[in-house]
């Protein structure tokens, strides 16, 4: 019994781990500007199509 409750905590701190993360990720990118989310992209499509020549 002892087993499953350690293997429950851990799958319970693993979840609140994932969930920081997310809301960190989230938050940075609710601060871009539209103006930079766009530059972004671009950047990302530059170098996809650079990378797949």
């Given at each position: 019994?002892?087993?499953?409750?350690?293997?429950?905590?851990a799958?319970?701190?693993?979840?609140?781990?994932?969930?920081?993360?997310?809301?960190?990720?989230?938050?940075?990118?609710?601060?871009?500007?539209?103006?930079?989310v766009?530059?972004?992209?671009?950047?990302?499509?530059?170098?996809?199509q650079?990378n797949?020549?």
């Amino acid at each position: 019994m002892k087993l499953w409750k350690v293997l429950g905590l851990a799958g319970l701190a693993g979840v609140a781990a994932s969930g920081a993360i997310i809301a960190r990720d989230q938050r940075q990118r609710a601060q871009l500007s539209p103006e930079q989310v766009r530059d972004r992209l671009h950047e990302r499509l530059e170098k996809s199509q650079a990378n797949s020549q």
